[in-house]
């Protein structure tokens, strides 16, 4: 009955979607400047899962939201950075019906996008110099160096793990081995725990003891030493001998290992088969949290059998594209960029309660403290200072360089700090708290930090040379870099006003025109 | 609540082991040491605030309060008469007399030790009572935040952990208790006719200007206008309310000098020292559970006794009127004011070049100034040698400073720590672990 359903579901998805489109555009007009009346790009695979559940819901998709709205949103979610005002213009002025698409695959192949993927996982392989994690600056360094090669190279994501979980060798040398070393504990269990969270998303603590056993047993054979260099340590494979060692697989399966076979290995082979629905289950609902705001299984890494998706289906056909694919990141991406769910306005068609958990709108975020730090510092121009529990050359950051390209998670700043930054400690992804507090309110609206980079700014002071005489010209300018996206009548019409008086804008007034844009929501938040 | 093992260490103990050492203990096993004593009454905690007054660098005790007229001039150089106190036997450095004439409201301590003389692991022990280790533990004033602020009713209009102005940085943080319990450092200087603390007030930013930007953003709210019923944003406008209650609120108006009388502000000083202790007292008043004064420039290597007659009136005039208008105000009762660095100074005076006339580190022997919230008054604990070298008497060690405090504000220095890590760590070490201790300063805290 069931089953029955959902191929009806997928025969008349896009016949649902046509109709709903209808319907919403019987209703209200779309909210300017976020929202448009039209869909530009049919529906997918994602989409028709998707639309069968809300429709089995009675629930509505939201609107198309408008292209403004998409460059933004794809720049901050995929790059972790805000598009210039040259790439906003270039994309509005666009004529290309699959201008949204072209998009996509011109900022997949930016180098950002490593960028931002190694951030996101060095948050879960929990790379840091220092305390709890101890992996020290020159591992974590060549560490995260390798993290952000293979997405460069877009490794595919079996082998990415494969070569997490097999290393063998110095920590400087061999980066992968530094997997086993940036955890709590030098003990199977805890190999075990790390290994089940990074590529099951599962705390083994909900998992039945014969599994846990069995996993720390394929990891009970992995041994550490040092070596005459300052801090170099080698990973290997314990070479004492060792009888067959029979354990049990998380699917409950069991294998016997030969004494003369890598258990790590048999662990990984398991692991990355294509039949093995966990690995790319894990992945590719890690990958949909950080684009749409929340695992379709919710914690991300918290797959237990309590613990049910909001919508199988949907997870379900991303897992086979990504088998599907050879396990391609990159398109893996593509997919759900594309997808009209990802496109959606972040206005509710109706507000209800499950509109969040089944994705019939995009969820409003705040940016993660790296990313608006980022912003800041590309919108006005400046750098900002770091320090490190323990010395490192690694903290003098030149100017210029992002912060989202930090290495190491021990090297911080106040601000960091104050916006949520996760520590690094246990690799989960509630780590990162990117909730806003009062304190963070009150350092956007008045801290020093973020007046002197406004009166300060050379960024701010060039654009008020070259708009002296166009007020106009000036707060589009404004708009642009800070919105990505011109005024509306009536927010020119405000700003015009607040510079208005005698000869050219005083720059204090630009000053406070750039810090309301700084302090509005729309600037704080992935909208 | 379970007493805490040094709380039962005698003197006669204290010096068998450290004696002994530490294999003498694991000799007599971790409990069998202590175990014999009938627990001394618990002293009454009665203190709800602390005013930490920070002499950043180190100040010299031989010039403070730990005078040694007969040592000669290569200790006094040109400090060479102590002043007599309002307590007959306790003299102290010369260019103290208005504190001399308080000395019935606060207790000297002239025989802290801890050997180190590196700023960074002697400021940290002096305000964690531990050694650095890969742990970073918090300072006192960021316990005190745990256990009294936030997560346990405190609902004032400023954070419960105040630094005047400048924070010392990482030593003397949150440590691994986390960014929710470091110190609020307000920055700006107290002395200026505007008090532009961090974050509530804008150097150069006019009120009607504020007002106007505001009004400003509020018109360009566009995205707030169109998704009106977004969760996300209504808990937006709660961070900003209570943002505002600090900008505008009660917060500005305890930062704000000007409604006090300009006679007391006199007293305390024009300056920037001064004016902090004033800035203290108006926390302690607002319920603020601890205020940290962090007053630079202790670090004398050059020009020491140029420096100490700029700086010892300041710091003499600052705390003395501090002391006494909370002693006016009722406030002493429950507010602990104390006084120290992180280190003495080197009693020698080391005349030869490069120095010239200057002091260095020096972690053997020390003092502090104590005082209110069940701390006596009028009281010398312990004593240095004839040059203060060495500690003669009653070695006190930051532990034993740290967990009188500790006590007197009903906190027990054995508690775990809460933290999010998990750590099973009690605030000041055990016994049989970390630095050595001396027992806590019984003789000056009341029953």
């Given at each position: 009955m069931e089953t029955m359903n959902r191929v009806a579901g997928r025969i008349t998805a896009y016949a649902v979607l046509t109709a709903l489109g209808a319907a919403a555009a019987a209703?209200?007009?779309?909210?300017?400047?976020?929202?448009?009346?039209?869909?530009?790009s049919p529906p997918n695979a994602i989409d028709e899962a998707v639309l069968s559940r809300l429709r089995a819901e009675q629930l509505e998709p939201a609107r198309p939201c408008s292209d403004a709205v998409f460059i933004r949103r794809v720049y901050l979610d995929v790059l972790g950075t805000l598009p210039t005002a040259a790439e906003v213009e270039a994309f509005l002025g666009d004529a290309a019906p699959d201008k949204r698409a072209a998009l996509v695959d011109a900022v997949l192949a930016r180098p950002e996008y490593a960028d931002y993927a190694a951030l996101r996982w060095c948050d879960i392989l929990r790379v840091k110099a220092e305390f709890p994690i101890n992996l020290w600056p020159n591992a974590v360094q060549a560490y995260h160096r390798w993290v952000r090669d293979a997405f460069a190279r877009n490794m595919p994501y079996d082998q990415f793990a494969r070569a997490l979980l097999t290393s063998s060798g110095s920590n400087f040398r061999v980066p992968p081995v530094n997997f086993y070393r940036a955890i709590q504990g030098r003990e199977p269990a805890a190999r075990a725990a790390a290994v089940a969270l990074t590529f099951l998303g599962a705390r083994i603590e909900t998992w039945p003891t014969e599994r846990r056993a069995g996993l720390e047993a394929l990891l009970s054979r992995v041994a550490y030493k040092t070596t005459a260099e300052w801090k170099e340590e080698i990973v290997f494979l314990d070479p004492a001998p060792a009888g067959p060692l029979e354990a049990v697989l998380p699917d409950g399966s069991t294998v016997c290992v030969p004494p003369d076979t890598d258990p790590r290995r048999v662990l990984a082979d398991w692991l990355i088969r294509p039949d093995n629905p966990w690995f790319a289950r894990a992945a590719v609902n890690r990958v949909w949290a950080w684009l749409l705001g929340r695992g379709i299984v919710h914690e991300p890494d918290d797959f237990r059998p309590d613990n049910p998706a909001s919508n199988p289906e949907l997870l379900t056909v991303l897992e086979r594209e990504f088998v599907a694919t050879g396990y391609d990141l990159r398109q893996l991406h593509r997919l759900i960029l594309n997808s009209r769910t990802y496109q959606q306005?972040?206005?509710?068609a109706r507000p209800a309660a499950r509109v969040a958990e089944l994705f019939a709108h995009y969820p409003v975020r705040r940016l993660d403290a790296e990313v608006l730090i980022d912003a800041l510092c590309q919108v006005f121009g400046g750098g900002e200072s770091y320090t490190s529990p323990i010395p490192e050359p690694f903290t003098i950051i030149p100017e210029g360089q992002r912060t989202i390209t930090l290495a190491d998670g021990s090297i911080t700043s106040p601000f960091l700090e104050l916006f949520g930054r996760?520590?690094?400690?246990?690799?989960?992804?509630?780590?990162?708290n990117n909730q806003l507090t009062a304190a963070q309110r009150m350092h956007l609206l008045n801290s020093s930090h973020v007046q002197k980079r406004i009166e300060g700014s050379a960024r701010l002071r060039d654009l008020l040379a070259r708009h002296r005489a166009d007020r106009a010209g000036l707060v589009r300018a404004l708009y642009l870099t800070l919105l990505s996206r011109p005024p509306t009548s009536a927010e020119l019409a405000a700003a015009t006003a607040y510079l208005a008086g005698r000869g050219a804008p005083s720059r204090a007034d630009v000053n406070d025109l750039a810090w309301a844009l700084v302090n509005t929501k729309e600037f704080l938040y992935r909208h | 609540m379970q007493t805490p093992h040094e709380q039962r260490l005698t003197r006669r103990e204290v010096l068998q082991r450290g004696l002994a050492g530490a294999a003498g203990v694991a000799l007599l096993g971790p409990r069998g040491l202590w175990a014999q004593d009938a627990p001394p009454a618990t002293p009454t905690p009665r203190a709800t605030a602390v005013i930490q007054v920070w002499l950043w660098g180190g100040a010299c005790h031989l010039d403070t309060f730990d005078p040694k007229p007969d040592a000669g001039a290569d200790y006094?150089?040109?400090?060479?008469s102590p002043v007599a106190s309002n307590v007959d036997g306790i003299r102290i450095g010369e260019l103290l007399p208005q504190l001399a004439r308080q000395a019935d409201k606060y207790s000297l301590i002239r025989s802290l030790t801890h050997g180190i003389n590196a700023h960074e692991t002697a400021a940290y022990l002096v305000q964690t009572g531990r050694q650095t280790d890969r742990l970073v533990f918090p300072s006192a004033g960021a316990v005190v935040s745990a256990l009294r602020g936030y997560d346990h009713g405190y609902r004032g209009p400023v954070p419960p952990y105040i630094v005047l102005t400048q924070p010392q940085g990482r030593f003397s943080e949150a440590g691994f208790l986390g960014p929710r319990y470091k110190p609020f450092a307000t920055g700006g200087d107290p002395n200026q006719a505007r008090f532009a603390v961090e974050g509530l007030v804008q150097p150069g930013l006019t009120d009607e200007r504020q007002q106007r930007r505001r009004a400003l953003l509020r018109a360009l709210d566009t995205l707030g206008a169109a998704l009106a019923d977004e969760p996300q944003f209504e808990h937006f406008a709660a961070c900003e309310r209570q943002a505002d209650e600090l900008i505008y609120g009660a917060a500005r108006r305890i930062f704000?000098?000007?409604?006090?009388?300009a006679e007391l502000r006199d007293r305390y000083g024009r300056n920037t020292f001064g004016q902090c202790c004033l800035v203290a007292r108006r926390l302690v008043e607002a319920g603020v559970p601890y205020v940290t004064i962090n007053s630079p420039g202790?670090?004398?290597?050059?020009q020491h006794f140029q420096a100490m007659r700029r700086k010892l009136p300041e710091l003499d005039q600052g705390l003395a009127t501090l002391l006494a208008d909370l002693a006016d105000r009722g406030l002493l009762e429950r507010t602990i004011v104390w006084c120290c660095g992180e280190f003495g100074r080197t009693p020698r005076v080391q005349w030869e070049p490069p120095w010239n006339g200057g002091r260095g580190h020096f972690g053997a022997c020390f003092s502090a100034l104590v005082a209110g919230g069940g701390f006596k008054g009028g009281h010398v604990v312990g004593a240095s040698d004839a040059r203060g070298e060495r500690v003669a008497q009653r070695p006190v060690y930051p532990r034993d400073l740290l967990g009188s405090i500790y006590t007197l504000l009903g906190i027990d220095p054995q508690q775990r720590l809460p933290n999010a890590r998990g750590l099973d760590v009690p605030i000041l070490p055990s016994p049989e672990d970390g630095p050595k201790g001396g027992g806590l300063l019984r003789e000056i805290m009341d029953a």
């Open positions: 209703r209200a007009q779309p909210v300017l400047p976020f929202e448009q009346a039209d869909w530009t306005s972040a206005h509710p996760p520590p690094r400690d246990t690799g989960l992804m509630s780590e990162r | 006094c150089g040109p400090l060479a704000d000098l000007s409604s006090e009388p202790w670090d004398t290597h050059k």
